[in-house]
Nanobody, 124 residues
Framework: QVQLVESGGGSVQAGGSLKLSCAPSGYTGTIYCLGWFRQVPGKEREGVAGINRYGNSWYADVERGRFAVSRVNANNTVYLQISNLKPDDTAMYYC??????????????????WGQGTQVTVSS
């Protein structure tokens, strides 16, 4: 079993930055893809960015220049740096993982492990 714990969320003003972290634990040796997703109450959860164990990343329909995903393979920790935060970035941010090799994407059904989320609130 794999457990994912997110951290780094908080309340910031527009224009600020945050770096979210996701630390997997448990049977992490099989993790191939790690991804970040976000959800606003009343809306569907959407993909943000993700990365595989070889450092190949994907970005969903977000402003790629403001989001940067990275990964430390030694401990499978994945990070999401968000710069120039905007009120529209306000959401619960979730980390997710799966073990299927190949192309990593925002296709959510492939992600079988999910964290509890970390809240990001951006005020104008």
């Amino acid at each position: 079993q794999v457990q994912l714990v997110e951290s780094g969320g908080g309340s910031v003003q527009a224009g600020g930055s945050l770096k979210l972290s996701c630390a997997p634990s448990g049977y992490t040796g099989t993790i191939y893809c790690l991804g970040w997703f976000r959800q606003v109450p009343g809306k569907e959860r959407e993909g943000v960015a993700g990365i595989n164990r070889y450092g190949n990343s994907w970005y969903a329909d977000v402003e790629r220049g403001r989001f940067a995903v990275s990964r430390v393979n030694a401990n499978n920790t994945v990070y999401l740096q968000i710069s120039n935060l905007k009120p529209d970035d306000t959401a619960m941010y979730y980390c997710a993982a799966h073990s299927s090799s190949g192309y990593c994407s925002e296709y959510q059904p492939k992600y079988i492990h999910w964290g509890q989320g970390t809240q990001v609130t951006v005020s104008s």
